[in-house]
């Protein structure tokens, strides 16, 4: 089994910060994808961004060129910096970590984005 535990989700202004983690423990499969994804009240679980055991990155239109997503392999913790944050990324975010096989989830993280 693999465990998920997302933090730094929270209250943010318009154009702020935040720094979400993701720290996993458990039987972590060696080779991995991790991945953030969100979800908006009434809207579908989308895509934030992923990264590969090697490092390569992906975004979503939506958020390129203000989050950024990293790991660090020897601490099993993923990070997503969401900087210039805007209302419409008010969701909550989930961790995961897809070994090509399966889906791992974590409870999520409640960001919101409101003045």
């Known amino acids: 089994q693999v465990q998920l535990v997302e933090s730094g989700g929270g209250l943010v202004q318009p154009g702020g910060s935040l720094r979400l983690s993701c720290a996993a423990s458990?039987?972590?499969?060696?080779?991995?994808?991790m991945g953030w994804y969100r979800q908006a009240p009434g809207k579908q679980r989308e895509l934030v961004a992923s990264?590969?055991?090697?490092?390569?990155?992906g975004y979503a239109d939506s958020v390129k060129g203000r989050f950024t997503i990293s790991r660090d392999n020897a601490k099993n913790t993923m990070y997503l910096q969401m900087n210039s944050l805007k209302p419409e990324d008010t969701a909550v975010y989930y961790c995961?970590?897809?070994?090509?096989?399966?889906?791992?989830w974590g409870q999520g993280t409640q960001v919101t984005v409101s003045s």
């Open positions: 995961n970590i897809y070994d090509y096989v399966h889906n791992y």
């Open positions: 990264i590969a055991g090697g490092g390569p990155t």
């Open positions: 458990g039987s972590i499969p060696s080779i991995n994808r």
